[in-house]
């Protein structure tokens, strides 16, 4: 059946939009036999560290007061001063209002009391099923980080990631701070020479080796500063030459780079303590130019970086350009950013992760996507179909599914060294 009208189009594509599943590639969540790790409820809703940065431009606590409170006390000083003193017009404020609404709440009541007790009868594999079913998502790949003692304790036991979750060897600690991480790696029987040579290079395969046998991990991936270079005569640079990338080759494992963020500009925020910064994108350049056999995921936090990012995708097809990375997150920046990746690259690009680090964060973060999403493509849809060319219902859905789901796990199974 082919569309014509403009809200013929909007209808088909709001419906493709809402009713495909979606693989979230990636996020901070845990399968529910990770236990705590996994944060979920009202009271890590709102002390997610987004809102913890926006509560400090109001409340007068000091950062260290501040975390000396409970969790429910935190959340307390949140709600009053970003919820009941002001009206939470952020990104983060809404998204609390939007994932109680969408879980049946009523936050026009503004009874955090109701809400926590209400969600306190819940168990944690009851949250994730309704939280993933009210979302409709299908897949959720998650960050595993094996320098973390409590989640690598979780690993050591034997323990591997329950479907619909998927691992992620996130390597940060190995490629950002190799000099103290190596010590480590000794201690867990890693017979790393003092120098980079054949010895460092084999023991810190065989380190990322048993990890992947550990984890089956979907991709490799790290963090990198806005000073990020490649080549570069670094620890950093080694690693990924020598380790990295050869073993990505070996096991068709793609390398995930998440570019831009400055570190603790200001420790005493934590988690919000992190920063951004306009990289160098010719480092990202030089490792598609010379490494064509790998395969690349790359995001970036600076708006200054998606203009260039975009236009070396159409340069190399081994680059996979994924999300709008959380202070990219935002409506203004996410529809002018999609908007842009689809001008210049179709619909061969991944537009959206949630990021997650709350489970109940899926339902609002992918619920603004969805909005933004539908505006897009009935856009992009109506200035096709003002050509003559007919717009059909089965072909919005196919290019949801590849957007939201099939250009991922395409890329993760596509092996360049075969090509
Ligand atoms: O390094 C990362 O994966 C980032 O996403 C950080 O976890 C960051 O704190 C975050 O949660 N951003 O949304
Ligand atoms: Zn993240």
Redesign the pocket.
């Known amino acids: 059946m082919s569309l014509q009208s403009r809200e013929e189009i909007r209808q088909a594509v709001s419906e493709a939009v809402q009713n495909q599943p979606i693989t979230d590639v990636?996020t901070?969540l845990y399968s529910a036999n990770f236990g705590d790790l996994l944060l979920w409820d009202i009271d890590e809703l709102l002390t997610y560290?987004?809102l913890v940065a926006e509560v400090m431009r109001w409340s007068d606590i000091a950062p260290e007061d501040f975390w000396k409170l409970t969790k429910q006390e935190q959340a307390e000083h949140i709600w009053q001063h970003l919820f009941l003193d002001r009206t939470p017009v952020s990104e983060a404020g809404r998204g609390v209002l939007n994932a109680l609404k969408e879980l049946g709440f009523d936050p026009g009541t503004k009874d955090l009391k109701s809400y926590r007790e209400e969600l306190a009868k819940r168990s944690t594999s009851e949250q994730i099923k309704d939280v993933l079913e009210r979302a409709n998502i299908s897949n959720v790949v998650m960050?595993n980080d094996p320098f973390d003692e409590k989640e690598r304790a979780v690993w050591e036991s034997g323990k591997k990631a329950e479907a619909p979750f998927h691992a992620v060897l996130r390597l940060?600690p190995l490629l950002n701070d190799y000099g103290n991480t190596k010590l480590k790696l000794r201690e867990w029987g890693y017979d790393l020479s003092d120098e980079w040579n054949d010895q460092s290079i084999k023991e810190t395969q065989r380190f990322l080796e048993d990890w992947i046998g550990k984890m089956n991990p979907l991709y490799m991936a790290v963090?990198l500063p806005p000073t990020f270079a490649f080549p570069e005569d670094s620890d950093r640079g080694r690693i990924i030459r020598d380790c990295i990338l050869p073993l990505g080759r070996k096991h068709n494992i793609a390398f995930a780079m998440?570019i831009g963020?400055k570190k603790q500009v200001n420790p005493a925020l934590g988690?919000a303590g992190?920063f951004v910064g306009k990289a160098d994108i010719s480092a990202v350049q030089n490792l598609l130019s010379e490494f064509p056999q790998n395969k690349f995921l790359v995001t970036m936090l600076s708006r200054e970086n998606q203009h260039e990012l975009a236009v070396l995708a159409r340069k190399f097809r081994n680059l996979m350009v994924f999300g709008c990375?959380?202070f990219m997150?935002n409506p203004v920046i996410t529809n002018e950013i999609t908007r842009m990746r689809m001008e210049m690259l179709n619909t061969s690009f991944i537009p959206q992760h949630s990021?997650a680090?709350v489970l109940e964060q899926v339902i609002y973060k992918w619920k603004h996507t969805r909005l933004m999403l539908t505006d897009v493509l009935t856009d992009k849809y109506a200035d096709i179909a003002e050509t003559g060319w007919k717009i059909e219902k089965e072909a919005i859905e196919k290019d949801v599914k590849d957007l939201l789901h099939q250009n991922f796990w395409r890329f993760i199974e596509k092996d360049f060294t075969k090509l």
Do not use: A, L
Request: aromatic share 18%; charged share 30%; no cysteine.
């Open positions: 990636h901070h560290h987004y960050t940060d963090s998440m963020v988690d992190d990375w959380w997150n990021d680090r």
